[in-house]
C-alpha cells in the first residue's frame, strides 16, 4: 500500500513520542510506502486532491532500558512530487490544533479524495463536526457538569455554585491554556476576559474532578474499539496531567465503565469516521475525545510491550 500521513514538518516531530512517526514506523515494517506532506501543500486542481509529497525512510526508534532512543538522523527524504492524493490507499490527517480557519481549509480540501478509492483518516467530516472539547457534551451521562460560554457572569455563577472548576479553550491541545478557577481568585475577571478574548470566543467550564490528582487517563480506540491505555499523572505544583506540561505516564486498565462507555460511543465515532481517537476520563468521566492528532501510543508501547501502530496499519489494510 502507499500510505500519506499530513503532518507538521517532521523535523519538529519527536520519534520517540508522536504518535504520527509511530505510525509511520509500523506502516514501513509491514512493508508499505510512507508518504509525507502538509497542509500547506495540499491543492484541489479538476475536482481533486493533491498534494506535493515526499517519500520517507525511517530508522526504527529502539527501547534503550525502557525508554524509547532514536537514531541522530532517524529519517530520510525523496525528492518532492505533486500527485493526486487518490493515489494512495490511505490518508492520515495528523496536523496538530490549534484548530484554525486555515485548518478547516484542509479539510475541505480532504473532501475531494474519493472515499471509494483512498481511506482518509480521521474523516474530514468527522474532523469539522468533532471539535475536541465539545463533541464529548452529546454523550451527557458521561461527562462532568459542564457549560460553554462566553459570557463572564455565566461562568462567574457556574463556578461559585461548584467552589472549583476547570477553563479550556476550545481549539488548543496538550493542555495549552487550560486554567485552574476558583470564584474567589481576585484574577477571575481577567483570567476570563483574556481567555474569552473580552468576551467575543466561547470557552469551556467543567467541574473540577478532584480524582484529577490521581491521573488524566488517555484511552485509544480504532474504529470505536479500546486498543490500549495509559494514565498520565500530574507532577509538583502542576493540576494537569499532560505529557506536553510534565506529567509522568503510568501504565493503567480500563475499567468497566469505560469500556461501556467505549461500547456507547462507537456507533457515533464510526458514523463520523473518526476511526483513530483518543478519549480522555478523569474518575470514570469523559472530559475530551481527540480526534485531530491524539498521541499516546509510544508511551502505551514502552509500559505494556504493545504495538499500537502495527495494529491500526493491520485495521488499514483490512479495509
Given at each position: 500500500m502507499k500510505l500519506a500521513f499530513i503532518i507538521d514538518p517532521i523535523g519538529q516531530l519527536d520519534p520517540t513520542?508522536?504518535?504520527?512517526?509511530?505510525?509511520?514506523?509500523?506502516?514501513?515494517?509491514?512493508?508499505?510506502?510512507?508518504?509525507?506532506?502538509?497542509a500547506h501543500l495540499l491543492s484541489v486542481v479538476n475536482s481533486q486532491a493533491w498534494a506535493v509529497l515526499q517519500q520517507v525512510q525511517l530508522t526504527p526508534v529502539e527501547l534503550v532500558n525502557h525508554y524509547w532512543v532514536a537514531a541522530p538522523t532517524w529519517y530520510e527524504l525523496g525528492s518532492r512530487?505533486?500527485?493526486?492524493?487518490?493515489?494512495?490507499?490511505?490518508?492520515?490527517?495528523r496536523t496538530d490544533p490549534p484548530v484554525t480557519i486555515p485548518y478547516l481549509y484542509t479539510t475541505y480540501i480532504l473532501d475531494y479524495i474519493n472515499p471509494e478509492k483512498t481511506l482518509v483518516i480521521n474523516s474530514p467530516a468527522g474532523l469539522r463536526a468533532a471539535n475536541e472539547k465539545m463533541y464529548a457534551l452529546q454523550f451527557t451521562e458521561m461527562i462532568p457538569e459542564t457549560i460553554v460560554s462566553q459570557d463572564k457572569s455565566i461562568i462567574r455563577e457556574f463556578v461559585a455554585r461548584l467552589g472549583a472548576a476547570i477553563l479550556k479553550p476550545?481549539?488548543?491541545?496538550?493542555?495549552?491554556?487550560?486554567?485552574?478557577?476558583?470564584?474567589?481568585?481576585?484574577?477571575?475577571?481577567?483570567?476570563?476576559?483574556?481567555?474569552?478574548?473580552?468576551?467575543?470566543?466561547?470557552?469551556?467550564?467543567?467541574?473540577?474532578?478532584?480524582?484529577?490528582?490521581?491521573?488524566?487517563?488517555?484511552?485509544?480506540?480504532?474504529?470505536?474499539?479500546?486498543?490500549?491505555?495509559?494514565?498520565?499523572?500530574?507532577?509538583?505544583n502542576e493540576f494537569r496531567g499532560n505529557m506536553a506540561v510534565g506529567g509522568r505516564v503510568a501504565p493503567t486498565e480500563i475499567t468497566e465503565r469505560e469500556h461501556l462507555m467505549c461500547a456507547q460511543m462507537a456507533p457515533k465515532l464510526r458514523q463520523d469516521g473518526l476511526y483513530f481517537?483518543?478519549?480522555?476520563?478523569?474518575?470514570?468521566?469523559?472530559?475530551?475525545?481527540?480526534v485531530t492528532s491524539p498521541t499516546?501510543?509510544?508511551?502505551?508501547?514502552?509500559?505494556?510491550?504493545?504495538?499500537?501502530?502495527?495494529n491500526v496499519i493491520e485495521w488499514v489494510e483490512s479495509r
Open positions: 513520542h508522536d504518535t504520527s512517526v509511530a505510525l509511520m514506523e509500523a506502516a514501513q515494517a509491514l512493508g508499505h510506502e510512507v508518504w509525507i506532506t502538509q512530487t505533486l500527485q493526486p492524493l487518490e493515489e494512495m490507499d490511505a490518508v492520515f490527517m476550545l481549539g488548543n491541545k496538550a493542555g495549552e491554556g487550560i486554567l485552574y478557577l476558583e470564584a474567589a481568585d481576585r484574577n477571575f475577571n481577567s483570567l476570563i476576559e483574556i481567555s474569552t478574548q473580552w468576551g467575543r470566543t466561547p470557552v469551556m467550564i467543567q467541574a473540577y474532578l478532584p480524582a484529577a490528582k490521581e491521573g488524566d487517563k488517555r484511552i485509544i480506540l480504532l474504529n470505536g474499539e479500546p486498543i490500549g491505555t495509559l494514565n498520565r499523572i500530574p507532577t509538583g481517537v483518543g478519549i480522555d476520563v478523569i474518575g470514570g468521566y469523559l472530559t475530551e475525545v481527540n499516546g501510543i509510544r508511551e502505551v508501547d514502552r509500559l505494556e510491550g504493545t504495538r499500537l501502530g502495527k
